[in-house]
């Protein structure tokens, strides 16, 4: 082989590492980008012995500025909108009974869209994490089904808590919501 053979192998290979090496620090950098999220579930080892309730997680959400019981069974799953109202919803659901609870921060000012998607049976207020809030319970306007809907307002944003799940299971998750600001 000549010298002119070797020299383009060689940059060739130069090229290659450092093509590799690049894309590595890219992947490096997006995976550790990746880990710092807004919100954690803590598992049951990581919450304070003295909880009531050892047989639930905490979500805990910082951004948001709240914490609440996800009991054990049930998942939980952030979801993003489309909607420039909606800043952030917050998906449970029990893996057994397919039950449903979203939480969803939004302007104070979609208050008048929750209301009107219920047929609307009771009405009464509430403290939700220490908060003054209003609990709709009605059938839904899309299916008929037995809806609760809890709204709580804190300054420029407004908590709707939407469960078709039982008053029991939706009481039990709440008594551990805290506002954290």
């Known amino acids: 082989m000549n010298h002119q053979g070797v020299g383009q192998i060689s940059g ?15 992947y490096v950098t997006a995976s550790e980008d990746k880990e710092f999220t807004t919100s954690s579930v803590l598992m049951k080892s990581e919450i304070n012995s003295n909880s009531e309730n ?3 997680n905490v979500y805990l ?24 109202d909606i800043y952030f919803t917050l998906v449970l659901e029990d893996t057994l009974t397919e039950d449903v609870i979203n939480l969803s921060i939004m302007s104070p000012s979609l208050e008048g ?9 009771n009405e009464y207020e509430e403290l939700l994490g220490g ?24 300054g420029e944003k407004m908590y709707e808590i939407t469960s078709s799940a039982p008053k029991e299971t939706l ?5 551990g919501f805290m506002m954290l600001e």
Do not use: C, H
């Open 171 to 175: 009481d039990n998750i709440l008594s």
């Open 131 to 154: 908060i003054e809030a209003t609990r709709l319970v009605g059938e839904s306007l899309k299916d008929g089904s037995v809806v609760e809907i809890i709204l709580a307002k804190t």
């Open 113 to 121: 869209m929750a209301r009107n998607s219920i047929s609307i049976n």
């Open 61 to 84: 959400n910082d951004q948001y500025g709240f914490m609440m019981n996800i009991p054990d069974g049930w998942t939980s799953r952030e979801a993003q909108s489309s909607a420039e």
């Open 54 to 56: 050892s047989d639930e």
């Open 12 to 26: 060739i290979l130069i090229l290659m590492l450092l093509a590799i090496g690049g894309g590595i620090g890219i």
